[in-house]
């Protein structure tokens, strides 16, 4: 199976600020990456798919990139409903699998 | 408007089985793939299986934890998939989400999401 592992597993930030999380597999998935947001208690949302592509309705200050092993999750400009869990997961590769997640808290 | 609606979580020994369905509504079910996806309390999550749509033939893919125990179907007329669970083990504790896949093949992104059922296995 394909490892996801991302980075950091948690942070804190402050609303405004401009947050990075990363993503690395442990063999080439191509583009085939989505990222999830997930809140306390709620059901995933999908942000992002083949790694830049943002789902209908995702605000413009979510970003991804990447390619190949390494991929990159951006918030422009934290807001405060951005405070949640988020997860990459590979899908170039069955079981598709998913990272550990990252908790983004507020400072 | 898409929706995907799962029932059937309960309390239930070991060993006993379990129905899960996914109603969805607000768009042409049989033109997509649907995935069947679970998360134990304070964990992350972890995807259990897979249906193709039958312009793909139909056909499923398992994580290897619940190969041979868990079984997914799709009614196409009822807009339904099903997740048929087996000898239920207290490690299968999970709220259990189903998830639309953008396309009816495989090695497709997930798009929308259910609010999920949770199933907990306790003697």
Same mark, same amino acid.
């Given at each position: 199976?394909?490892?996801?592992?991302?980075?950091?597993?948690?942070?804190?930030?402050?609303?405004?600020?401009?947050?990075?999380?990363?993503?690395?597999?442990?063999?080439?998935?191509?583009?085939?990456?989505?990222?999830?947001?997930?809140?306390?208690?709620?059901?995933?949302?999908?942000?992002?798919?083949?790694?830049?592509?943002?789902?209908?309705?995702?605000?413009?200050?979510?970003?991804?990139?990447?390619?190949?092993?390494?991929?990159?999750?951006?918030?422009?400009?934290?807001?405060?409903?951005?405070?949640?869990?988020?997860?990459?997961?590979?899908?170039?590769?069955?079981?598709?699998?998913?990272?550990?997640?990252?908790?983004?808290?507020?400072? | 408007?898409?929706?995907?609606?799962?029932?059937?979580?309960?309390?239930?020994?070991?060993?006993?089985?379990?129905?899960?369905?996914?109603?969805?509504?607000?768009?042409?079910?049989?033109?997509?793939?649907?995935?069947?996806?679970?998360?134990?309390?304070?964990?992350?999550?972890?995807?259990?299986?897979?249906?193709?749509?039958? @312009?793909?033939?139909? *056909?499923?893919?398992? /994580?290897? #934890?619940?190969? %041979?125990?868990?079984?997914?179907?799709? $009614?196409?007329?009822?807009?339904?998939?099903?997740?048929?669970?087996?000898?239920?083990?207290? @490690?299968?504790?999970? *709220?259990?989400?189903? /998830?639309? #896949?953008?396309? %009816?093949?495989?090695?497709?992104?997930? $798009?929308?999401?259910?609010?999920?059922?949770?199933?907990?296995?306790?003697?």
């Amino acid at each position: 199976d394909i490892q996801m592992t991302q980075s950091p597993s948690s942070l804190s930030a402050s609303v405004g600020d401009r947050v990075t999380i990363t993503c690395r597999a442990s063999q080439d998935i191509r583009n085939s990456l989505s990222w999830f947001q997930q809140k306390p208690g709620k059901a995933p949302k999908s942000l992002i798919y083949a790694a830049s592509i943002m789902h209908s309705g995702v605000p413009s200050r979510f970003s991804g990139s990447g390619s190949g092993t390494d991929f990159t999750l951006t918030i422009f400009s934290l807001q405060p409903e951005d405070f949640a869990t988020y997860y990459c997961q590979q899908y170039n590769n069955y079981p598709p699998t998913f990272g550990q997640g990252t908790k983004v808290e507020i400072k | 408007e898409v929706q995907l609606v799962e029932s059937g979580g309960d309390l239930i020994k070991p060993g006993r089985s379990l129905r899960l369905s996914c109603s969805t509504y607000g768009f042409t079910f049989g033109d997509y793939g649907m995935n069947w996806l679970r998360q134990a309390p304070g964990k992350g999550l972890e995807w259990v299986g897979f249906i193709r749509s039958q @312009e793909y033939g139909g *056909t499923i893919e398992y /994580a290897a #934890s619940v190969k %041979g125990r868990f079984t997914i179907s799709r $009614d196409d007329s009822e807009n339904t998939a099903y997740l048929q669970m087996n000898s239920l083990k207290t @490690e299968d504790t999970a *709220t259990y989400y189903c /998830a639309r #896949s953008k396309s %009816g093949g495989g090695f497709s992104p997930l $798009d929308n999401w259910g609010q999920g059922t949770l199933v907990t296995v306790s003697s």
